[in-house]
């Protein structure tokens, strides 16, 4: 489901016109300069690059909401400067090509859409939350290597040894998921938003969630009362074993479904949309599936 910011590229321009001049432009670097949409591909990236470059998130707090980001004058800035530039793509981060469009800027641009190989055919059903799949981010990792290699040749096998490192971890997350799948033997599984489906069905878990809920609470319009109460009933007719909340995107619908779980009984997981304090991809990740595990545990 592709999410849109009106007319950002004009904001952010404007911004810049009117602030360019009180804007502290960035601190000079050494090494690659990137500039990743949020946390996660910014935890990717640092994990990747290592002291051999710095790494900017344009989101890089977990309160913030990421569906209503507007981009500032300094995320410009940012982007212009950098050499790397990491983006979610798929319509969930398109503050990201206004600001590329907008500056002008040299970088290479990964869309981590496109680099995680995952089927993006079909826009309006394609669900664009890929951090959340382990074998989609293996495809994300060898690209930042490859365009860190492109970038910096000299340091190319740091890039690569650093990329083989984390590609181990993100597959002992695919062995761990495999492990849950055949310890839960299956369920339904209900979601506020489209955010962790990925790992729910890696873990063997079928949403079930009616998409006339899931769309409207991403594009924050009001749920049509039908698919609220069809949310509603899955937890009173057995057929979910968990609902997945999203802690940064809610809404008096979810909370009234939130609520729902509880009173049948049901246990609720809570997800975020970019890394919690203190957290890397691989730790978070991790929490998730033991938060899960806990949760369905037979």
């Not at 007319?7 to 090494?31: D, N, R, W």
């Not at 190319?156 to 055949?182: H, I, P, V």
Request: glycine letters at 8%; aromatic letters at 6%; one cysteine or more.
């Amino acid at each position: 489901m592709q999410r849109t910011i009106p007319a950002l590229a004009a904001i952010v321009i404007a911004s810049l016109t009117l602030a360019g001049c009180a804007a502290t432009p960035a601190p000079e670097s050494s090494g690659i300069t990137i500039v990743a949409s949020t946390t996660v591909y910014g935890d990717i990236a640092e994990t990747i690059v290592g002291d051999l470059g710095t790494v900017t998130s344009i989101i890089g707090n977990s309160t913030v909401e990421p569906h209503s980001f507007e981009a500032s004058a300094r995320d410009q800035l940012s982007i212009a400067d950098a050499q790397l530039v990491i983006a979610n793509g798929g319509g969930y981060d398109p503050f990201m090509d206004a600001l590329v469009e907008a500056s002008g800027t040299q970088a290479v641009v990964i869309n981590a859409v496109d680099a995680s190989g995952l089927d993006a055919d079909g826009a309006d059903t394609f669900n664009e939350h890929i951090w959340y799949s382990f074998s989609g981010m293996t495809g994300v990792v060898a690209r930042i290597a490859d365009e860190l290699a492109t970038i910096d040749p000299a340091n190319a096998a740091t890039f690569k040894s650093n990329a083989a490192g984390l590609t181990a971890k993100l597959g002992a997350l695919e062995a761990r998921a495999s492990e849950l799948a055949a310890e839960i033997d299956g369920g339904g599984a209900a979601v506020t938003e489209p955010v962790p489906v990925y790992l729910l069905e890696a873990v063997g878990l079928e949403n079930l969630t009616p998409s006339d809920f899931t769309e409207a609470i991403e594009e924050g319009n009001d749920v049509p009362p039908l698919a609220l109460e069809e949310t509603i009933d899955l937890f009173t007719s057995g057929a979910v074993r968990v609902l997945a909340y999203n802690e940064q995107t809610s809404s008096p619908e979810t909370e009234r479904v939130q609520q729902a779980a509880a009173a049948a009984g049901i246990p609720v997981v809570q997800f975020t949309e970019t890394l919690p304090e203190g957290a890397t991809y691989v730790s978070w990740m991790t929490d998730n599936l033991d938060a899960v595990a806990t949760a369905v545990a037979p």
